[in-house]
């Protein structure tokens, strides 16, 4: 049976969609990633639809849902690479889509979660560590 | 087409895209259309076991367009109105296939009786 | 017993054929700044052939393949011309004297039997009728296919999508906004941010006169397209009688960036790329 590849980069886990994902390898899906998020406690998750001729409420609903667990185990959701026909498509269809970020390229998509990334302690402290002359 | 599991899905979607590009539709428009049987054949799996689809091209003048009817055997829907509100649903969807579809057709109608069955016509030009 | 009409058109088909082109030159409809007169010739005597073709065959019975052939030449004649500049009167006339030299032949040879001559003339009536009715459907169909021809150009022409910076597309719309058009227009913008990777599109409106509600929606609709694929699109230039207008047809823009002028659109994309423009020291 097929599974859909998840990549991993620094604290964020890069997922292509390429195939139509039909009922269980989209929950597949869902599991698979929350096990991954859980185990390198990532930060972000990328998921790639610019290979996704058509998004339906279905396809909607697993993203939207992908988001939320995320955001529960804290991670950041960003959707990239939708194509035009879709978005209109989508409009119309009304898909709310709440809670999911987009961005139109994987690098504004990377670089989007990068800035919603926590400063972190050791960062803060270079700051202060210029020197006075 | 027949639709039985929902491998058939997959098949049913690529056949209606072939017809659409043969007559040139937009892209726009394909989508639009490709999404909408989407949404009404999820629908036929899941609250019917599957069904028959008719997938036809139909003329107005110089513009074509294809019309799908999708016909089961269900349990049929008592409140059409009801279905046809965006968030209702039966199931645990988000209540958007019926009216979604709708939206984004060009023409819809739908005849439902409770205990025999349902049948769904949309077309796109 | 009389020959049939065919039969003398056949004998005679010199003589109508001259009479035709004499005709066409009294009724000054033979252009010869369009078509050469040789060329005119030819193309009138295989249109005559061919209608005999026909009339022969006709009486015999199996003219339907005779029939198709004279058709096909009559529209292909009828096409060359409009596109050549006839005007639909020059052909209309072309047919006409046509019919005038057969019936003046028809005259001239049954004019011993009144009541014949009269029959046959009325069926040759008819028929070079009908053609020319056919020749003035032709001519007219394919005014409209360069009619919607130019429609189709002129669309692609008046919504140019410029790139104002990077990542910053200006799409200034001129003229009335239609269902249609304003699909055109979303669809462009989309692919186009798609294509430079912009993340920021300004629509400016300022040349558009009126705005109606179903392009209002439009209008939002393309903003939500736009912010799905995970850029942003400002409106830019609304005049203050549209946005009166906006307001009583209770349409709500309060999701949608607005500004009054492309420059203070500029602005705000400046800003939220954190992009800065600075007067540089003038130079000593």
New interface residues.
């Given amino acids: 049976m097929e599974k859909i590849p998840i990549l991993k980069m620094g604290p964020f886990l890069l997922v292509t969609i390429q195939v ?1 994902l ?3 390898l989209a929950l597949n899906l869902e599991s698979d990633l929350i096990q991954m998020v859980n185990k390198i406690s990532a930060k972000g998750v990328l998921i790639d639809i610019s290979a996704v ?6 396809m ?2 697993i993203l939207g849902n992908i988001a939320n667990m995320s955001r529960i185990l804290d991670a950041q959701t960003v ?2 690479g ?14 709310p ?1 709440h809670g999911v ?5 994987v690098e ?2 990377m670089a989007l979660l990068q800035s919603m990334l926590p400063v972190t302690s050791t960062e803060e402290n270079t700051e202060d560590d210029s020197i006075a002359v | 087409m027949a639709i039985a599991k ?2 058939d ?2 098949p049913f ?1 690529n056949r209606v895209r072939e017809v659409a590009v043969k007559i040139k539709m937009g ?2 428009n ?3 259309l ?2 909408a049987a ?2 009404l054949v ?1 629908n036929m799996l899941r609250y019917a076991n599957g069904g028959k689809i008719l997938i036809e091209v139909v003329s107005k003048g110089r513009s074509n367009g294809i019309r799908l009817t999708f016909m089961d055997n269900g349990p049929g829907i008592a409140d059409i109105n009801l279905a046809m509100k ?1 968030g209702y649903s039966t199931g645990k ?2 209540g ?2 019926l ?2 579809a709708r ?2 057709a060009d023409e819809f109608t739908m005849q439902s009786e409770v205990g025999k069955g349902t049948s769904v016509t949309i077309i796109k030009w | 017993m009389p020959a049939a009409p065919s039969t003398i058109f056949q004998k005679k088909k010199k003589q109508v054929l001259e009479s035709w082109i004499n005709g066409q030159l009294t009724n000054d409809i033979l252009r010869e700044d369009l078509i050469s007169n040789e060329e005119s010739r030819a193309q009138s005597e295989e249109l005559l052939d061919a209608l005999l073709q026909k009339m022969t065959a006709e009486s015999s019975g199996n003219g339907q393949a005779d029939a198709d052939h004279l058709m096909e030449l009559l529209e292909e004649i009828s096409v060359t011309r409009a596109r050549k500049g006839y005007s639909p009167k020059e052909t209309g006339l072309y047919m006409f004297s046509l019919k005038e030299a057969l019936l003046t032949t028809l005259n001239e040879e049954i004019r011993n039997d009144p009541a014949l001559l009269y029959e046959e003339s009325l069926k040759v009536n008819r028929l070079m009728d009908n053609l020319a009715v056919l020749t003035f459907e032709t001519f007219i169909k394919s005014r409209e296919e360069v009619i919607l021809r130019q429609t189709d150009e002129m669309a692609e022409i008046s919504t140019p999508v410029i790139r104002v910076w990077d990542g910053i597309l200006a799409l200034p719309i001129i003229g009335t906004l239609d269902s249609s058009r304003t699909q055109v227009v ?2 462009n913008l ?2 186009q ?2 294509e430079t ?1 912009s ?1 920021i599109a300004i629509l400016d409106i300022s040349g558009v006169p009126a705005v109606d509600s179903l392009v209002a929606q439009h209008l939002i ?1 393309t903003v ?8 942003e699109c400002i409106i830019s230039g609304i005049r203050p009688e549209i946005a009166q207008t906006v307001v009583h047809l209770g349409i709500d823009l309060s999701g949608i960036i607005t500004k009054a002028s492309l420059a203070s659109a500029l602005n705000y994309a400046f800003n939220a790329l954190r992009l800065e423009v600075r007067r540089t020291k003038p130079a000593l």
Avoid: C, W
């Fill in positions: 139509d039909y009922d269980r001729n058509i998004v339906d409420s279905f909607g609903r959707v990239v939708m194509q035009p026909a879709v978005a209109i498509t989508l409009v119309e269809l009304g898909l889509l970020r987009t961005a139109l390229n504004k998509g | 929902e491998q899905v997959v979607r892209l726009v394909q989508t639009k490709i999404t989407s949404e999820r965006d969807s988000l958007l296939g009216p979604g939206r984004l | 979303m669809e989309l692919s941010i798609v990777g993340s609709k939500s397209a736009t912010r799905l694929m995970g850029a």
